[in-house]
């Protein structure tokens, strides 16, 4: 499967941004697909998840009702929309995808990404 993210840009605290994260290939419904981040000198960490049909889904603590990920399984698509945003949120975000039955919250467990968007908060 291939993955186009979209959506960053720069905002400011307190506002909102919509990422979009388009898959190609085998049927979109197979994967569990996920958005992680990257700040700089920082390792990438995990942020939302959805499973196959969108029913389950995990969120980081950092994020945790503020983000929202959903999935439309017509267009193929994966959306995380974030409010009220933070400066610490500032990252590349990325999003991936795996096959599996089971939610998974680790870089490792994910097989397939997309190249990342930017998004920055200003304060």
């Known amino acids: 499967v291939q993955l186009q993210a979209s959506g960053g840009g720069l905002v400011q605290a307190g506002g909102s941004l919509r990422l979009s994260c388009a898959s190609s290939?085998?049927?979109?419904?197979?994967?569990?697909m996920a958005w992680f981040r990257q700040a700089p000198g920082k390792e990438r960490e995990f942020v939302a998840t959805a499973n196959w049909d969108g029913r389950e889904t995990r969120y980081a603590d950092s994020v945790k009702g503020r983000f929202t990920i959903s999935r439309d399984t017509a267009l193929g698509t994966v959306r995380l929309q974030m409010d009220n945003l933070r400066s610490e949120d500032t990252a590349v975000y990325y999003c991936?995808?795996?096959?599996?039955?089971?939610?998974?919250?680790?870089?490792?467990?994910?097989?397939?990404w997309g190249r990342g968007t930017q998004v920055t908060v200003s304060s």
């Open positions: 290939g085998r049927a979109f419904d197979a994967y569990e």
């Open positions: 991936a995808a795996r096959v599996g039955i089971d939610i998974a919250t680790s870089v490792d467990a994910y097989r397939y």
